[in-house]
Each structure stands twice: as structure tokens, then as C-alpha cells.
């Protein structure tokens, strides 16, 4: 199988003896993985020599490539459509509030398709999926339905495994890898070329690879962020760095909430319960993402307070990337009408029908 051959291209542990591979290696690798041709051991062993290894341009590239090919993908060459890629996974003390953001976006004009998921391990943290569903607007799992929404609402959700099901059938082996892998960064990228985005990264020197792969996968705008626990909604403690991708330039960008008066001493987080029991996680708390749903509801009936300080940035991210508001103030003043004259909520209930 293709994987045991590439296991020994990456090398051993020290990398002395071991090379990266190339997009075309990357490619075939992939879609050996995504077709069901390799075992879950060797897949495993594959997904943990990359992530210790760190993941190239290329390979990215080559994954993502893989993956499209496979994918049925929504809104390919929709005109002003922002893809919203927050982490699959989700999250254990954050708020989703990249759901906020994304209606407030669609009330101020800009065709949103947001891309979720629930129950995605090893965290299976709280998740857009998991507020959209609470909320009365569950992610869809139709591609034709979510592109007719995107045209005649401005907003859409699906679920990630809609797009490439495969995703579903690397469920257990992410489970028994028990740590966050290349996959995580993969299924963020299986979005319209055409489209701008917005995603999340993790902290550390990943912003650069990060916004090169976006540029090499064909898209002509985007911003990737490193946000509150890898999502794409910026800190209200302290600065947020980004890149801004604009055609062929990239662009640093930093979000500082008191450049805009919406600094706060703490962030907005979900409320504390003990630990989930073997196997779960935050998103499968029942309690919890009530409360995340209820979060955003608030912050789209205009309640003021830490989260909807952090929507109003995220809004005011993609806003500029999606070239409706050429500066991050401008965004900014953007996000604030459109929840504070009832355009962001206005989406909502359209969507709830």
C-alpha cells in the first residue's frame, strides 16, 4: 500500500534519513486514505508521522486537492460568497461564535456558507453545528437546498460530511489517534475555490503556511486568524494576528480590540461543568450547547457584553475579507448596524423558516 511506502520516504524520528514529500505524493496519499484502501493502523501511523513531522505547503496542497476531487462542493463560482471554516472539533471553553459573525456578515450583505460539524473526535467539543442546531437551524446535509439558501437568504450551514462523506469513516481512527492530526487542517479547506475564507489556525508559526495553501488551492481573497483557541473569532485580552490574503499579496493583519473600543478583561466562555465521561466530550453536554445557542441568540438580539465584542471583530474579519468593508474599522461599523438594526437577527429567522 501506498502509505507503508510513504512512511519510510517521511523517515525516522530524528528526520535524518527522511524527506517531505511531494504534492503528487501527498495527493495520491490522501486519496488512498479517503478511498478506504489503507487500514486504520496504517492511517493512524501516517496522520501521527505527519504531525510530528509538520505539514509543508505542498502536502496541504495535495491533501486538500485530494480531497476536493472527491467532494461534492456547494457554490462553486457563487459570486461574493465567504466561506466561515471554523475547527471541526470545536471547542471546550468558547463559545461558537463564528455563528454570530456569520449572520451578522449575511446582514450586512455578504453571501455566507458556513462549514461545521458535530462529534468530530478526539475532542468532540462544542461546535457551529452544535448552536445552529439548538437554535432551530440544524446544519444541512443537501448540497442543492444549502446553495438555493446561500441565493435566496444569504446564509447557509453544512455539515462537513455532506461535502465528502469519507470524513465520516475516519471518525474512529481520530478517536484512537487521540491528538489533533493534518486532518483537521484538510477538512477545513473543502470549500469553493472561487469563494473567499475565513478560518481559524493554531497557535504558532503556522499563519504562513497556513495563507499559502489557501492561495494555492486557487482562492482569490481570504484571512486566516489565529483566534481564541484556533477558531477565527479574534481575543478580546490581547492583540490577534492574521494574515490577509488579496490576489497575489499577503498582507499581516492585527486585531486589537481597543483600537475599537471593544476590549474587555475576560472573554466570552461557556459555562463550567465537570469533565465528560469516557468517550464524549463538551459537545455532547447537553447543558452546554444550550448555552452556546443561547450565546448567539443574545448577542443577534443586540445584548451588550463580551460576546458580542468578540462577534463585532469576527463579523468586522470577515467583512474585509470578503472586500465588503476595506478596513477592519469599517468592518467594525458594519457589524454594529446590521445587529443593532436587526438585519443580523433578520437572518436567523429567515433560516428557521
Given at each position: 500500500?501506498?502509505?507503508?511506502?510513504?512512511?519510510?520516504?517521511?523517515?525516522?524520528?530524528?528526520?535524518?534519513?527522511?524527506?517531505?514529500?511531494?504534492?503528487?505524493?501527498?495527493?495520491?496519499?490522501?486519496?488512498?486514505?479517503?478511498?478506504?484502501?489503507?487500514?486504520?493502523?496504517?492511517?493512524?501511523?501516517?496522520?501521527?508521522?505527519?504531525?510530528?513531522?509538520?505539514?509543508?505547503?505542498?502536502?496541504?496542497?495535495?491533501?486538500?486537492?485530494?480531497?476536493?476531487?472527491?467532494?461534492?462542493?456547494?457554490?462553486?463560482?457563487?459570486?461574493?460568497?465567504?466561506?466561515?471554516?471554523?475547527?471541526?472539533?470545536?471547542?471546550?471553553?468558547?463559545?461558537?461564535?463564528?455563528?454570530?459573525?456569520?449572520?451578522?456578515?449575511?446582514?450586512?450583505?455578504?453571501?455566507?456558507?458556513?462549514?461545521?460539524?458535530?462529534?468530530?473526535?478526539?475532542?468532540?467539543?462544542?461546535?457551529?453545528?452544535?448552536?445552529?442546531?439548538?437554535?432551530?437551524?440544524?446544519?444541512?446535509?443537501?448540497?442543492?437546498?444549502?446553495?438555493?439558501?446561500?441565493?435566496?437568504?444569504?446564509?447557509?450551514?453544512?455539515?462537513?460530511?455532506?461535502?465528502?462523506?469519507?470524513?465520516?469513516?475516519?471518525?474512529?481512527?481520530?478517536?484512537?489517534?487521540?491528538?489533533?492530526?493534518?486532518?483537521?487542517?484538510?477538512?477545513?479547506?473543502?470549500?469553493?475555490?472561487?469563494?473567499?475564507?475565513?478560518?481559524?489556525?493554531?497557535?504558532?508559526?503556522?499563519?504562513?503556511?497556513?495563507?499559502?495553501?489557501?492561495?494555492?488551492?486557487?482562492?482569490?481573497?481570504?484571512?486566516?486568524?489565529?483566534?481564541?483557541?484556533?477558531?477565527?473569532?479574534?481575543?478580546?485580552?490581547?492583540?490577534?494576528?492574521?494574515?490577509?490574503?488579496?490576489?497575489?499579496?499577503?498582507?499581516?493583519?492585527?486585531?486589537?480590540?481597543?483600537?475599537?473600543?471593544?476590549?474587555?478583561?475576560?472573554?466570552?466562555?461557556?459555562?463550567?461543568?465537570?469533565?465528560?465521561?469516557?468517550?464524549?466530550?463538551?459537545?455532547?453536554?447537553?447543558?452546554?450547547?444550550?448555552?452556546?445557542?443561547?450565546?448567539?441568540?443574545?448577542?443577534?438580539?443586540?445584548?451588550?457584553?463580551?460576546?458580542?465584542?468578540?462577534?463585532?471583530?469576527?463579523?468586522?474579519?470577515?467583512?474585509?475579507?470578503?472586500?465588503?468593508?476595506?478596513?477592519?474599522?469599517?468592518?467594525?461599523?458594519?457589524?454594529?448596524?446590521?445587529?443593532?438594526?436587526?438585519a443580523a437577527l433578520g437572518q436567523l429567522e429567515r433560516i428557521r423558516g
Amino acid at each position: 500500500m501506498i502509505l507503508r511506502d510513504l512512511l519510510r520516504v517521511l523517515g525516522s524520528a530524528d528526520r535524518r534519513d527522511g524527506r517531505n514529500l511531494t504534492h503528487e505524493e501527498a495527493f495520491r496519499a490522501f486519496g488512498a486514505i479517503l478511498d478506504g484502501e489503507e487500514s486504520e493502523i496504517t492511517t493512524g501511523a501516517f496522520l501521527i508521522a505527519m504531525r510530528w513531522k509538520g505539514v509543508t505547503v505542498e502536502e496541504l496542497t495535495g491533501f486538500a486537492r485530494a480531497a476536493r476531487t472527491r467532494a461534492r462542493i456547494p457554490c462553486e463560482g457563487m459570486g461574493g460568497l465567504c466561506c466561515l471554516c471554523p475547527p471541526h472539533d470545536g471547542a471546550d471553553f468558547d463559545p461558537p461564535l463564528e455563528v454570530a459573525a456569520g449572520f451578522v456578515a449575511a446582514g450586512a450583505g455578504v453571501r455566507i456558507l458556513l462549514v461545521s460539524d458535530s462529534g468530530v473526535p478526539p475532542r468532540r467539543g462544542v461546535t457551529a453545528g452544535d448552536a445552529l442546531r439548538h437554535l432551530g437551524a440544524p446544519l444541512s446535509w443537501d448540497v442543492a437546498e444549502v446553495e438555493q439558501k446561500v441565493e435566496k437568504i444569504g446564509f447557509a450551514a453544512i455539515a462537513a460530511p455532506a461535502i465528502l462523506p469519507a470524513l465520516l469513516e475516519l471518525r474512529r481512527v481520530r478517536g484512537e489517534v487521540g491528538v489533533r492530526t493534518p486532518l483537521s487542517t484538510v477538512e477545513k479547506l473543502i470549500v469553493p475555490s472561487s469563494a473567499a475564507v475565513v478560518t481559524g489556525a493554531q497557535h504558532g508559526p503556522v499563519l504562513g503556511v497556513a495563507v499559502e495553501t489557501i492561495s494555492s488551492l486557487g482562492h482569490p481573497n481570504g484571512i486566516v486568524i489565529q483566534g481564541m483557541g484556533g477558531s477565527l473569532v479574534p481575543n478580546l485580552k490581547r492583540r490577534t494576528r492574521g494574515i490577509e490574503l488579496s490576489g497575489d499579496h499577503q498582507v499581516p493583519l492585527t486585531v486589537e480590540p481597543a483600537d475599537f473600543g471593544l476590549s474587555v478583561q475576560d472573554n466570552p466562555e461557556l459555562p463550567m461543568y465537570g469533565p465528560p465521561e469516557e468517550g464524549q466530550g463538551t459537545g455532547d453536554n447537553p447543558h452546554l450547547v444550550r448555552a452556546a445557542g443561547e450565546i448567539v441568540e443574545e448577542v443577534l438580539k443586540g445584548e451588550t457584553g463580551s460576546a458580542r465584542n468578540a462577534t463585532i471583530l469576527a463579523a468586522a474579519v470577515i467583512l474585509k475579507a470578503a472586500g465588503r468593508a476595506p478596513t477592519l474599522a469599517e468592518g467594525v461599523d458594519q457589524a454594529v448596524g446590521s445587529i443593532d438594526q436587526g438585519a443580523a437577527l433578520g437572518q436567523l429567522e429567515r433560516i428557521r423558516g
